[in-house]
């Protein structure tokens, strides 16, 4: 095998062909963050979001030894009723691509076939981060490191507060990542508008955000920026309210001994329960929303 396992969907194929301009989503949060059939029916409508505000939407995954860059109707719905899907982050790749498994994109996987497809723009809801006792887990999501090393600007809603966010912030610090919060001062903390914690950068401006993506290449800086876009407050679960929602999951986490990858899956989905899905409408409009700027960032850079 000597050619990149490049497959392109009809529709992002056209899109190439003409120059439009295109929307990364990754397909992790259709497997390992919403249930079915919520996550197939999420897919397709950030899908048209993006559609709606003017770029084409690339889902990536990984099924039959290929990089799918776009999904067809068939292979969306194939992908959001299996089970047993791997979770793929850079580790696990290659070795997936290599034994023609089937597998979900993280944010780092995402990041990195994005870019091997020309696409600077990448949309989800949340990005992974230190985990709260990473000082003796060593839990640090590979996300970041991400970040640091693929130029591709991802729209998220900042990182969930089950992570240790003043932790996620120093490490992206450290690892030169850009994070721009959008429109206000706040980092923002997924469900909630307001972390409390002040973003290292703030923009207003879709285009600026653009500007900002092609000067780092001019720089021949690596990497890409972390854009947090706040939740739309109709959709907002305030901090004091989400809080001991989160230490539950935490410590039912920490009871059953979860570890590594499955983590992340299991607090969303105890979060699900527990919030009896209030916190899964928010986790849509949310994604909603970041398809939106991403569409409109994708357009400044086309
Ligand atoms: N955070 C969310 N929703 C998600 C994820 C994280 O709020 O769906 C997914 C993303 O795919 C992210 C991955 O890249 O989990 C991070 O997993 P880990 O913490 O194991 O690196
Ligand atoms: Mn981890």
Redesign the pocket.
Known sequence: MTSLPLTYSPEVAAARASGAPLVAL?S??IT??MPFPQNVETARAVEAEVRAHGAVPATIAIMDGQIHIGLTDAELDRLGQASHVA?L?RADLAACLATGGMGAT???ATMICAHLAGIKVFA?????GV?RGAESSFDV???LMELAATPVTVVAAG??AILDLPKTLEVLETQGVPVIAFGQDDFPA?WSRRSGLRAPLRMDRAEDIAAAHRMRGLLGLPGGQLVANPIPPEAEIPLAEITPVIEAALAEAAAQGIAA?A???FL?DRMFQLTSGRSLTSNIALVLNNARLGAAIAGHLA
């Open positions: 990754e992790t949060i390992h963050g979770k982050s993280t944010v780092a989800t809801g949340g990005i992974g985990h999501s590979a996300d990182a969930k997924f990858k983590v992340t899956p969303l």
